[in-house]
């Protein structure tokens, strides 16, 4: 199970004025401030009645909103960028597969990339590639007869549950005896995906060791074919992809570094934006974040990266989720 990791970034160090525009663009949006309790559920999927919101302080003249609505935030980043006259950008990672941005200026105009995009082309996958997936698919059936993957996996399943609460364990218990409902799959579905960020780096271990990671030596490999010269409209798309993003660039970055990443593909799609985001001036951890995720980490870990979230706000709607039936 990969990464859903998102998060929306506004371009102004004023967090309290973040704060009380996001809740008149939510108001707007049928939502009103509330005190009721956010269950783990209502932040699995953001259908529910109850909303929760983090605010960060100011990083770098950027102040960071985790919602667990994935719909409404991304939404409202338009509405919020031009209520604020600044620049405004939400990341999402979807799966660990790839990873996209909406971005909206100070006038609230849009631009959007998606990293999967033109992922099909030819010279994404030449001879060269091709040595490396075979080397990859013989290691993996090495692994899966001996047994040595399906074991590590087993081990850190064991580690994860062995810090979970005991309602989550109770659950688990009945789903492997056949005994589980709808409510233990859901509960044991909503924990994992709060604790697998805190295990990503053994999973990376892991995988790495099948798809050889770093990759095979270049003296290994077959002579790739050179890449396909871009059509006029790919380079007009990438110019206006980059005059979109250069006023946010952190000092000393260069439109070559930026396009750089964005060109990048890897086994986990969040560890090319932990490569973008510090070229804006964002912690790179937020790569791994949501609101869900943020249950598991630590405030050790948040001052690492100098994040502090200093709006812990909620939000309730008696409009019917958007996926309700009538």
Not at 36 to 45: A, I, M, P, R, V
Not at 112 to 124: I, L, N, P
Not at 153 to 172: H, K, N, S, Y
Request: proline residues 4%; aromatic residues 8%; glycine residues 6%.
């Amino acid at each position: 199970m990969g990464s859903f990791a998102n998060s929306l970034h506004v371009k102004t160090s004023d967090a309290e004025r973040v704060a009380a525009t996001l809740t008149e663009v939510f108001a707007e949006a049928g939502w009103r401030p509330t005190q009721k309790k956010l269950e783990l559920h209502d932040t699995w999927g953001g259908d529910g009645p109850v909303r929760g919101v983090q605010i960060s302080a100011p990083r770098e003249g950027w102040v960071s909103i985790l919602d667990t609505d994935l719909m409404g935030v991304h939404a409202a980043v338009p509405t919020l960028a031009k209520k604020l006259a600044t620049h405004a950008i939400f990341f999402l990672v979807d799966d660990s597969d790839a990873w996209s941005y909406l971005l909206a200026d100070p006038k609230g105009v849009v631009s959007e990339f998606e990293s999967g995009e033109g992922a099909g082309d030819d010279e994404d996958f030449d001879s060269g590639n091709l040595v490396e997936t075979t080397a990859a698919i013989a290691k993996l059936q090495e692994l899966t007869r001996d047994g040595s993957m399906l074991q590590k996996f087993q081990e850190m399943q064991a580690q994860m549950l062995a810090t979970a609460p005991p309602e989550v364990r109770e659950a688990e218990a009945r789903i492997k005896r056949r005994q589980g409902s709808v409510a233990d799959m859901q509960i044991y579905q909503a924990w994992v995906m709060m604790e697998m960020p805190k295990h990503q780096a053994q999973l990376r271990s892991a995988i790495s060791g099948v798809f050889n990671l770093p990759r095979i030596a270049p003296e290994t490999r077959a002579k790739q074919k050179p890449r396909r010269k871009q059509t006029k409209a790919e380079r007009a798309a990438q110019k206006q992809r980059l005059d979109s993003l250069r006023p946010l660039f952190a000092a000393g970055v260069t439109d070559e570094q930026v396009q750089e990443v964005l060109d990048k593909r890897a086994t986990f799609a969040e560890d090319v934006l932990a490569e973008l985001l510090p070229l804006l001036g964002i912690a790179d951890f937020y790569a791994n974040l949501n609101y869900r995720y943020l249950r598991g980490v630590k405030d050790s870990e948040l001052a690492a990266h100098n994040i502090r979230f200093v709006h812990d706000l909620r939000f309730e709607t008696s409009r019917p989720g958007r996926f309700s039936h009538s």
